[in-house]
Nanobody
Framework: QLPFVESGGGLVQPGGSLTLSCETSGFTTKYYGVGWFRQAPGKERERVSC????????EYADSVMGRFTVSRDNAKNTVDLQMNSLKPEDAAVYYC?????????WGQGTQVTVSS
């Protein structure tokens, strides 16, 4: 079982919204938070947000601050990323992983396309 499974990507117009979901039932340790990362073609993978597993503290990259919101549901073992006011530069494959990420935990990701 993969530790992290992403879903919810798709095609959205600029200014639109999407909610990505990360299934974390395969991730058992409580010593790491969960991060959302993205990789656009020709660019390095970057972390866009993370949430701590103990106190729920959140962090965001400057590029998404005020537009993205990360949340968790411990009962459902999910971590969601609500993305609003999407821009063409937000287009990428989005991944979730523990934070800091583990090389062996990268999944298939979910594609987000922002285009009119």
């Amino acid at each position: 079982q993969l530790p992290f499974v992403e879903s919810g990507g798709g095609l959205v117009q600029p200014g639109g919204s999407l909610t990505l979901s990360c299934e974390t039932s395969g991730f058992t340790t409580k010593y790491y938070g969960v991060g959302w990362f993205r990789q656009a073609p020709g660019k390095e993978r970057e972390r866009v947000s993370c949430i701590a597993w103990d106190d729920g503290g959140t962090e965001y990259a400057d590029s998404v601050m005020g537009r993205f919101t990360v949340s968790r549901d411990n009962a459902k073992n999910t971590v969601d990323l609500q993305m609003n006011s999407l821009k063409p530069e937000d287009a990428a494959v989005y991944y979730c992983n523990r934070n800091p990420p583990h090389q062996d935990y990268w999944g298939q990701g979910t594609q987000v396309t922002v285009s009119s």
